[in-house]
């Protein structure tokens, strides 16, 4: 106490004989206990003054103390009342260390009052109804911080990241991330590579200081981590009229730029892949042509960020010949006519699957097959029916019980079904004897099947095509050289619908359908096959091959079986049914973080 009244008694006076002082070498009250304005200096600012000018807000420990442990965070940051308006849920911001910077989005948003008051009253909420305003100064808006990484210099000029390890000091800023560079690491986003996008937040592009001050999303597509992603499977996916064809023709546009090459297993040689889609809207064939609504600015754009755009030259239409169908699409390219020749069958059985038939009878039919071509002579659809036709074959099957007599009728009728007669055996060159001419390095190979009426055939085709090149990418046996421009050509198998053909069934030609696509997705890296999946439901695709696809983009979706099959992140997972046209999220994994990107607003080909 006796301190404390010498202390007021120095303030009050304000006065101090400090030459008397000097002269006895004595320290004085007020040396003793003054205090001096701290000023920081301005070096040891981690940010600059424009840098604050733009910060949103602080760094603060007045609600909830800063930690950070392995398994999680809480980081709160107190935003400014002008900057309110610029923050959402999922901004990406930067805390500047100093010499490091902590990479975080926002994860949670809340406001707080900042005086203790009642306001859920009738009087308050009358008069604000009547003066319809809100004072923002009255309330603490806060932004919660999920830590992604840490950003720090190589000491080469490069960035690197590692994972959070550090906490913020109280009262940093909190400033958006302007810095193209600090983003693409942040989000381990590939500088270069097939273009998917643009980085956006809530459905609004993300803008950097940088020129073009988009930030765009890559694939990586080369071999310095690996094997390019489009061999570990791409899948793209949302609800009708979302935009999956416009999108799916700039994706593929990409991989067939000039000098897009891949290896090819077990030569030296590099290739440019073809592109075979499996197209049952006859939309893909555009993909020769320019698009006529480009202005020059969107090609300026598209240079600077290097998106490859104009017509594929070489693009044809492949067309199954049908009896009593004929083709009268849209496609300007070449076109090719095909028949499906019933030797085909000899080796892949399924192909009978459209007509559908039981366990016992797929069972039946698949002994009749293996004896038919054991036979000598042309082996033919034709030929076939009348050999199952004959009473003397019927008895000698049924007789001898190789067959029951039920089963044996039943695969009869099954087998002279219209639409196996509409389709094998037609005249034009069969398929087998045209893949050096289809599968062709930078040649787009586009199979249309809306022209065809009877699903049953539609589906026929599809398989056909899809086992053609399956088979002949897993074999070790070449044959031809069809067979060997398959095996040494990398190949880009886009199936639209896919979900029809991949699907989870019980029955035993789809259960071999799907292990044989599923041995060509597990093979797919080391033999050059990407498979580019197109559907509206994911979640009928079989698992053994859905667990293969390495890059999924998502669309808008509102089917809850579909978003659920998709196993993205819960704060993701709800954006989904909310999705613009253009708008989507890209889960992969061995590519970037989750992210949320926005397609180009113009197609790169010609979209009708």
Known sequence: MRMDKDILAYVSSGKTD???????????????FSFEEYEVPEESYPYTKDDTEEAFGIITTGIEPLEITESGA??????????RGNVRLGTYVIVPYGEEDLFARIWKMQYKQEYAVDDATE???????RSNTTDEVDYKFLAYLDPICILYSKGNGSLARRMSDRIPRPNTSILPVKDKLKIQTGLNIPREGIFLGHLSVGGEVVKTHAVPPNVPYYLRNDYSMGDPLVFRHMLVCGSTGTGKTFLTK??????MAQENRYNVRGTGARKNPCLVILDPQDEYSQMLEDNPELTADAEFSFRSEKVYFGGCANTRTLVAKVDGQSYNGRSRA?????TIPFEMVKNNSWLMAPVGMTELQYQGVELLLDDFFKMAGDHTYDRFLDHISDDLTRDNYVESGKIHEASYDGIVRRVRDKALRRVFDQPARPIDQMLEEIIKPGHVSVFPTEYIS??????????TLMTIIVDNKLSSKLNTPGETAVKETPIILALDEAHRYLASTSGEHSRRIVSKFAEAARQGRKEGLGLFLITQDPQDIDDTVFKQVNTRIILNLTNDAAIGALKVKKEYEKRIPYLKKGQMIVHSPDNSDMVEIMGLQDCVVKHI
Not at 74 to 80: A, D, L, P, S
Not at 250 to 255: A, H, P, S, Y
Not at 334 to 338: A, K, S
């Open 454 to 463: 009877n699903t049953r055939i539609r589906d026929l085709i599809t398989l």
């Open 74 to 83: 809480t980081i709160t940051g107190y935003i400014n009342t002008e900057k």
């Open 334 to 338: 070449q076109q090719m006519e095909f």
């Open 123 to 129: 009087i308050h909420s009358r008069r604000m109804l």
């Open 18 to 32: 400090s030459r008397n002082v000097a002269e006895t070498g004595e320290t004085t009250i007020e040396e003793k």
């Open 250 to 255: 700039n994706v593929l546009r990409q991989f």
